[in-house]
Protein backbone atom coordinates (compact mmCIF):
# COMPACT_ATOMS: atom_id res chain seq x y z
CA UNK A 1 0.00 0.00 0.00
CA UNK A 2 1.09 3.67 -1.13
CA UNK A 3 1.36 6.23 1.29
CA UNK A 4 2.54 9.67 1.43
CA UNK A 5 5.30 10.43 3.90
CA UNK A 6 7.59 13.79 3.80
CA UNK A 7 10.86 14.04 6.06
CA UNK A 8 12.40 17.15 6.76
CA UNK A 9 15.86 17.20 7.57
CA UNK A 10 18.71 14.31 6.12
CA UNK A 11 21.12 13.84 8.47
CA UNK A 12 21.99 10.50 9.78
CA UNK A 13 18.51 10.15 11.57
CA UNK A 14 16.34 11.02 8.46
CA UNK A 15 18.03 9.99 5.58
CA UNK A 16 18.09 6.70 7.01
CA UNK A 17 14.50 6.86 7.39
CA UNK A 18 14.09 8.16 3.72
CA UNK A 19 16.50 5.34 2.76
CA UNK A 20 13.94 2.80 3.95
CA UNK A 21 10.46 4.28 2.87
CA UNK A 22 12.06 4.33 -0.28
CA UNK A 23 13.15 1.15 -0.24
CA UNK A 24 9.89 -0.28 0.91
CA UNK A 25 8.65 1.67 -2.42
CA UNK A 26 6.88 4.39 -0.06
CA UNK A 27 6.48 8.13 -2.14
CA UNK A 28 8.77 10.21 -0.14
CA UNK A 29 8.84 14.04 -0.34
CA UNK A 30 12.29 14.78 1.27
CA UNK A 31 13.03 18.61 2.51
CA UNK A 32 16.30 20.24 3.32
CA UNK A 33 17.83 23.53 3.27
CA UNK A 34 21.26 22.50 2.26
CA UNK A 35 21.42 22.03 -1.34
CA UNK A 36 24.47 19.29 -1.03
CA UNK A 37 22.01 16.93 0.98
CA UNK A 38 19.00 17.40 -1.63
CA UNK A 39 21.31 15.99 -4.21
CA UNK A 40 22.78 13.54 -2.30
CA UNK A 41 18.85 12.16 -1.74
CA UNK A 42 17.09 13.36 -5.32
CA UNK A 43 17.76 9.72 -6.89
CA UNK A 44 16.44 8.41 -3.20
CA UNK A 45 13.13 9.91 -3.04
CA UNK A 46 10.59 10.42 -5.17
CA UNK A 47 10.56 13.95 -4.64
CA UNK A 48 13.41 16.03 -3.18
CA UNK A 49 13.00 20.01 -2.72
CA UNK A 50 15.57 22.98 -0.73
CA UNK A 51 13.57 24.75 1.50
CA UNK A 52 13.59 26.04 4.77
CA UNK A 53 10.84 23.71 6.70
CA UNK A 54 10.46 27.41 8.92
CA UNK A 55 8.78 28.81 6.25
CA UNK A 56 4.87 28.35 6.49
CA UNK A 57 4.54 29.70 2.99
CA UNK A 58 7.22 27.41 1.11
CA UNK A 59 5.68 23.84 3.07
CA UNK A 60 2.09 24.98 1.84
CA UNK A 61 3.24 25.54 -1.74
CA UNK A 62 5.30 21.62 -1.35
CA UNK A 63 1.50 21.23 -0.87
CA UNK A 64 2.50 19.12 2.83
CA UNK A 65 -1.42 19.70 3.54
CA UNK A 66 -2.06 16.51 1.23
CA UNK A 67 0.74 14.30 3.26
CA UNK A 68 -0.89 11.63 5.76
CA UNK A 69 2.73 11.62 7.74
CA UNK A 70 5.89 13.86 7.85
CA UNK A 71 8.68 13.21 10.15
CA UNK A 72 10.90 16.05 11.25
CA UNK A 73 14.73 14.75 11.90
CA UNK A 74 16.28 18.48 12.52
CA UNK A 75 19.06 17.47 14.85
CA UNK A 76 20.76 20.11 16.01
CA UNK A 77 18.81 23.20 15.42
CA UNK A 78 15.75 22.74 17.89
CA UNK A 79 14.39 26.45 17.42
CA UNK A 80 13.99 25.26 13.70
CA UNK A 81 12.58 21.94 14.77
CA UNK A 82 10.12 23.19 17.35
CA UNK A 83 9.17 25.89 14.41
CA UNK A 84 8.49 23.35 12.09
CA UNK A 85 6.35 21.14 14.24
CA UNK A 86 3.95 24.65 15.57
CA UNK A 87 3.67 24.71 11.62
CA UNK A 88 2.74 21.25 10.97
CA UNK A 89 0.48 21.25 13.82
CA UNK A 90 -1.21 24.19 12.74
CA UNK A 91 -1.74 22.93 8.72
CA UNK A 92 -3.55 19.74 10.57
CA UNK A 93 -1.07 17.14 9.08
CA UNK A 94 -2.60 14.04 10.34
CA UNK A 95 0.25 12.49 11.57
CA UNK A 96 3.61 14.25 12.98
CA UNK A 97 7.03 12.44 14.05
CA UNK A 98 9.29 14.33 15.45
CA UNK A 99 13.25 13.48 17.02
CA UNK A 100 14.19 14.82 19.94
CA UNK A 101 17.62 15.87 21.13
CA UNK A 102 17.07 15.94 24.97
CA UNK A 103 14.12 15.46 27.50
CA UNK A 104 13.31 19.37 27.40
CA UNK A 105 13.10 18.91 23.85
CA UNK A 106 10.76 16.56 23.89
CA UNK A 107 8.38 17.98 26.58
CA UNK A 108 7.69 20.79 24.27
CA UNK A 109 7.54 18.79 21.18
CA UNK A 110 4.62 16.35 23.44
CA UNK A 111 2.90 19.97 24.19
CA UNK A 112 2.86 21.43 21.03
CA UNK A 113 0.87 18.29 19.50
CA UNK A 114 3.72 16.10 18.06
CA UNK A 115 1.82 12.57 17.96
CA UNK A 116 4.97 10.86 18.07
CA UNK A 117 8.47 11.91 19.68
CA UNK A 118 11.53 9.77 19.04
CA UNK A 119 14.66 9.85 21.09
CA UNK A 120 16.45 7.49 19.01
CA UNK A 121 20.11 8.20 20.61
CA UNK A 122 18.84 7.48 24.34
CA UNK A 123 16.54 4.77 22.98
CA UNK A 124 19.56 3.04 21.35
CA UNK A 125 21.69 3.86 24.54
CA UNK A 126 19.55 1.88 26.43
CA UNK A 127 18.53 -0.99 24.18
CA UNK A 128 22.53 -1.35 24.10
CA UNK A 129 22.83 -1.19 27.60
CA UNK A 130 20.49 -3.84 28.11
CA UNK A 131 22.38 -6.24 25.78
CA UNK A 132 25.62 -5.56 27.20
CA UNK A 133 24.50 -6.72 30.68
CA UNK A 134 23.94 -9.72 29.22
CA UNK A 135 24.32 -11.13 25.38
CA UNK A 136 21.16 -13.04 26.35
CA UNK A 137 19.21 -9.69 25.88
CA UNK A 138 18.22 -9.21 22.29
CA UNK A 139 15.81 -6.35 22.77
CA UNK A 140 14.46 -4.14 25.09
CA UNK A 141 11.54 -1.71 24.39
CA UNK A 142 10.11 1.19 26.64
CA UNK A 143 6.48 0.96 27.45
CA UNK A 144 6.58 4.28 29.04
CA UNK A 145 8.98 5.91 31.69
CA UNK A 146 8.65 2.92 34.20
CA UNK A 147 7.35 0.00 32.30
CA UNK A 148 9.19 -1.71 29.47
CA UNK A 149 9.54 -5.24 27.81
CA UNK A 150 12.52 -7.60 27.03
CA UNK A 151 13.36 -10.36 24.76
CA UNK A 152 15.04 -12.76 26.20
CA UNK A 153 16.92 -15.89 25.03
CA UNK A 154 16.34 -18.52 27.65
CA UNK A 155 20.08 -19.15 28.97
CA UNK A 156 20.99 -22.26 31.29
CA UNK A 157 19.27 -20.69 34.06
CA UNK A 158 15.62 -21.43 31.98
CA UNK A 159 16.37 -24.32 29.70
CA UNK A 160 14.66 -27.35 31.07
CA UNK A 161 12.62 -25.70 33.50
CA UNK A 162 9.04 -25.05 32.91
CA UNK A 163 7.49 -21.51 33.54
CA UNK A 164 6.12 -22.71 37.24
CA UNK A 165 9.56 -23.59 38.22
CA UNK A 166 10.68 -20.30 36.97
CA UNK A 167 7.77 -18.65 38.84
CA UNK A 168 8.85 -15.15 37.29
CA UNK A 169 6.02 -13.64 38.29
CA UNK A 170 5.89 -14.29 42.04
CA UNK A 171 9.54 -14.20 41.97
CA UNK A 172 10.36 -10.59 39.74
CA UNK A 173 7.01 -9.62 39.29
CA UNK A 174 7.06 -9.52 36.04
CA UNK A 175 4.54 -11.44 33.47
CA UNK A 176 6.27 -13.58 30.35
CA UNK A 177 3.76 -12.74 28.07
CA UNK A 178 5.23 -14.98 24.41
CA UNK A 179 7.63 -17.41 23.82
CA UNK A 180 9.14 -17.38 20.53
CA UNK A 181 10.60 -20.66 19.05
CA UNK A 182 12.12 -19.58 15.58
CA UNK A 183 9.77 -18.00 13.55
CA UNK A 184 6.65 -19.34 15.92
CA UNK A 185 5.27 -17.26 18.60
CA UNK A 186 3.35 -19.01 21.44
CA UNK A 187 1.27 -15.96 22.86
CA UNK A 188 -0.41 -17.87 25.53
CA UNK A 189 2.45 -19.77 27.10
CA UNK A 190 1.39 -22.81 29.24
CA UNK A 191 2.80 -23.12 32.69
CA UNK A 192 3.99 -26.47 32.36
CA UNK A 193 6.29 -25.62 29.10
CA UNK A 194 9.53 -26.79 29.28
CA UNK A 195 11.93 -23.99 27.87
CA UNK A 196 14.47 -25.12 25.68
CA UNK A 197 17.41 -23.78 23.87
CA UNK A 198 16.87 -21.00 21.56
CA UNK A 199 13.66 -20.15 23.25
CA UNK A 200 13.06 -16.35 23.34
CA UNK A 201 11.24 -15.04 26.29
CA UNK A 202 9.10 -11.89 25.74
CA UNK A 203 8.99 -10.19 29.68
CA UNK A 204 6.52 -7.47 30.47
CA UNK A 205 6.96 -5.91 33.23
CA UNK A 206 7.95 -2.22 35.76
CA UNK A 207 11.60 -1.37 34.86
CA UNK A 208 12.31 -2.16 38.64
CA UNK A 209 11.29 -5.96 38.23
CA UNK A 210 12.85 -5.89 34.75
CA UNK A 211 16.45 -4.87 35.82
CA UNK A 212 15.91 -7.62 39.01
CA UNK A 213 14.98 -10.41 36.47
CA UNK A 214 17.82 -9.81 33.76
CA UNK A 215 20.28 -9.57 36.54
CA UNK A 216 19.13 -13.33 38.24
CA UNK A 217 17.90 -14.80 35.80
CA UNK A 218 19.57 -13.85 32.46
P1 LIG B 1 21.31 14.01 12.70
O1 LIG B 1 21.65 14.21 14.14
O2 LIG B 1 20.12 13.09 12.51
O3 LIG B 1 22.47 13.62 11.83
P2 LIG B 1 21.57 16.75 11.78
O4 LIG B 1 21.34 17.82 12.79
O5 LIG B 1 22.98 16.44 11.41
O6 LIG B 1 20.77 15.45 12.21
O7 LIG B 1 20.79 17.09 10.40
C1 LIG B 1 19.65 17.82 10.34
C2 LIG B 1 19.32 18.15 8.89
O8 LIG B 1 18.27 19.12 8.94
C3 LIG B 1 20.48 18.80 8.12
O9 LIG B 1 20.64 18.16 6.87
C4 LIG B 1 20.05 20.26 7.96
O10 LIG B 1 20.47 20.81 6.73
C5 LIG B 1 18.52 20.14 8.02
N1 LIG B 1 17.89 21.38 8.48
C6 LIG B 1 18.21 22.12 9.58
N2 LIG B 1 17.40 23.19 9.68
C7 LIG B 1 16.51 23.11 8.64
C8 LIG B 1 15.42 23.92 8.19
N3 LIG B 1 15.07 25.04 8.83
N4 LIG B 1 14.74 23.52 7.10
C9 LIG B 1 15.09 22.40 6.42
N5 LIG B 1 16.10 21.60 6.79
C10 LIG B 1 16.82 21.95 7.89
Known sequence: MK?????????????????ELSMEGMEVL???????????????ASHAVI????????????????????????????????LTTVI????????ITVKAQNDYHE????KIGADNVV????????????NIISNNILDYLELSDDHSIVEVKAGEKMVGKTLIDLDIRANYGCNV??????????????????LVE??????IGSDKDISRFEKNLV
Open 30 to 44: VIDNDEDKINEYKNI
Open 198 to 203: EDVLIV
Open 88 to 95: LTDLGIKK
Open 51 to 82: ADATDEASLKELGIKNIDHVIVAIGDNIQASI
Open 3 to 19: RDYAVIGLGRFGGSICR
Open 177 to 194: VAIKQGKDINVSPAAEDV
Open 119 to 130: HPERDMGKRIAH
Open 107 to 110: KILN
